[in-house]
């Protein structure tokens, strides 16, 4: 991964907005937002103060945020095991802020966000980076092991994981957990998708097993599981002693997240079980619907149970196994924008696939694969 002067998401949102494509590219909804949060918004907006909450969040918040883990995840938390912070992105900052020390090492797992690696480098941490097996996307517990060394002070794993939307299982979580205890290593896990699981696979948290429990960070994000990605509020979830870790360094990031948002988010978070069924049945026929479009018109997806986003493969759709050259032939000639799965390696890269996003009305997934379906014509 080159530092690029700007993500592979803002790079590929602006040629959206250059040639008039449809945005299947950075991950956010085109749907009507959910009126329960806005309404929540407006009348904290105008009924709380407006000014510097507590440093790690307001009570409400927090506390919010371990009952929603306990009633969706049977994990047992309390408000001491949570830092409200300014999304999610901000809740990884301030988690390998406080973890990593120079010449650390850390193992990233491959395909990554973009923003683990430059954090990790920011403190001076040395990356040692394995890689998902696709197209499973298994996590290669022998590379795992091998990549142990007596400089590794910890993990970042990602489930489900962007961009390819597969999920860690807890016989997965337990071998890294008896690999974090024999090493005294940290798991710093990236949950954000954690409400986005549409094929009924178990969504399972480094905090859930034993071995892990007082070693692990979960970071969520309200933008994620509400619809709104601009609310940039989120959280890290762990032992109470790293909990306030990490709030000693969210302290110098951002200091405190909007008031309003984290109220809203607080009321949000309470919503009866039925919301959140009906949001992720929404969702899930938007995802059925841009993968029968794509399989009618002869692509092959591969499978993914959580996420805003498809996996296109490439060669199996009869496409160049070249990504990145793709995705700016796709947003120009084609008209819709993609993110290249290759632009999630630091090393390395696989190039045989396209991240699509799903999350827009039904309409604009079927003009997208009609577009799609036409270009494609010309691989005969
Ligand atoms: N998380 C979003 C995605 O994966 C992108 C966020 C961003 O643009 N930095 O598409």
Avoid at 21 to 45: K, S, V
Avoid at 225 to 250: C, E, Q
Wanted: aromatic share 8%.
């Amino acid at each position: 991964m080159k530092a690029p002067a700007t993500t592979i998401f803002e790079h590929m949102s602006g040629l959206a907005r250059e040639f008039g494509a449809i945005n299947l590219g950075q991950g956010f909804p085109e749907l009507p937002e959910p009126p329960e949060l806005i309404a929540a918004a407006q009348a904290a907006l105008a009924g709380h103060s407006n000014q510097y909450p507590p440093m790690r969040g307001i009570p409400e918040l927090r506390s919010a945020v371990a009952h929603y883990y306990g009633r969706t995840q049977g994990l047992n938390l309390s408000a001491d095991n949570v830092v409200a912070t300014s999304g999610g992105t901000e809740a990884l900052a301030a988690s390998l802020f406080a973890l990593v020390a120079p010449d650390d090492e850390v193992i990233l797992v491959q395909p990554l966000y973009d923003a683990y690696l430059p954090l990790v480098q920011w403190v001076g941490g040395v990356a040692k980076v394995i890689s998902l097996t696709p197209p499973e996307w298994t996590l290669p517990l022998d590379a795992l092991a091998a990549a142990i060394g007596p400089k590794t002070r910890g993990i970042v794993l990602n489930t489900p994981n962007n961009p390819v939307g597969t999920m860690l299982t807890r016989a997965e979580l337990e071998a890294v957990g008896a690999l974090a205890q024999a090493h005294d290593l940290w798991v710093l896990c990236d949950e954000v998708w954690e409400a986005m699981v549409f094929d009924g696979t178990e969504h399972v948290s480094p905090l859930a097993i034993p071995t892990l429990a007082s070693r692990a960070i979960k970071v969520g994000s309200a933008g994620k599981i509400f619809s709104m990605t601009g609310w940039k509020v989120g959280w890290a979830v762990a032992a109470p002693d790293l909990a306030a870790r990490i709030a000693a360094r969210h302290q110098f990031l951002t200091f405190t997240t909007p008031p309003a948002l984290q109220w809203a988010a607080a009321e949000g978070l309470a919503l009866p079980d039925s919301w959140f069924d009906a949001q992720r049945a929404r969702y899930a026929g938007l995802k059925a619907r841009l993968v029968h479009g794509l399989e009618a018109a002869g692509f092959k997806v591969l499978p993914g149970s959580g996420t805003w986003f498809i996996t296109v493969d490439l060669a199996a759709s009869g496409l160049p196994a070249d990504d990145a050259a793709l995705a700016e032939r796709l947003v120009r000639e084609a008209g819709v924008a993609s993110i290249p799965v290759s632009a999630f390696y630091a090393e390395a890269p696989e190039t045989g696939y396209l991240r699509l996003c799903f999350t827009k009305e039904e309409v604009v997934l079927d003009e997208a694969v009609a577009r799609l379906a036409r270009f494609r014509e010309q691989f005969g």
